[in-house]
């Protein structure tokens, strides 16, 4: 079992589908390559109810994640596939401000101290990112792209995410994680 986790890699988009009959589906996954960042937190709160002067009861909502992805370069298919940007017969990416910004799965993985984890989280959406750009000094420091991130249950089954770490027994389900969206296998009844 893992102690401590670190470096982000393997991030990957889906662009996510809901049929008019509410059935959720997803794009199959493209890599972002220059994950630098991913910072997520943790978003709902504890409700108390107070009853015989104490907290009688207390309810936990889940309402997902926010936070942000900073990455090196942000695609060109990202910003055509999830931010709707355009690109004209000169190939200029052109963004217009009627575009709309599609709800996407997010993937990654973490390395741990023994074993890898992935995991998905299945309803993010981003905000346009800012743009910053300076002048090469004495030394060059590259710049990175930052995008705020959401990540919300979903509207079907109100899943937020899953993380697998490698086992003996998920190999199968692990080493195609990032080919498509993953969708749970049927959870035991406790």
Known sequence: MNKVKFGLSNVYYS?????????????TPV???GAVNLSLDQEGEITPFYADNIAYYSAS????????????DIPE????DVLGYTVDNNGALIENADAT????ALLYE????????????YNCM????STEASTTEDTTSPQ??????????????????????LSDTNSTAFNSFFTNVYEPSTIPSV
């Open 15 to 27: 662009v996510k589908s809901v049929s008019e009959e509410g059935e959720v589906s997803y794009a």
């Open 31 to 33: 890599r972002i390559p």
């Open 61 to 72: 909502n889940n309402n997902g994640y926010s936070g942000s992805l900073e990455i090196a």
């Open 77 to 80: 298919s990202f910003q055509k």
């Open 101 to 104: 910004i599609k709800p996407f």
């Open 110 to 121: 973490v390395k741990g101290d023994e074993k890898p984890r992935r995991a998905v989280l």
């Open 126 to 129: 981003v905000t346009r990112p």
């Open 144 to 165: 990175t792209d930052t995008l705020n991130i959401t990540a919300t249950p979903r509207e079907d089954n109100k899943n937020v995410k899953a993380v697998m770490t």
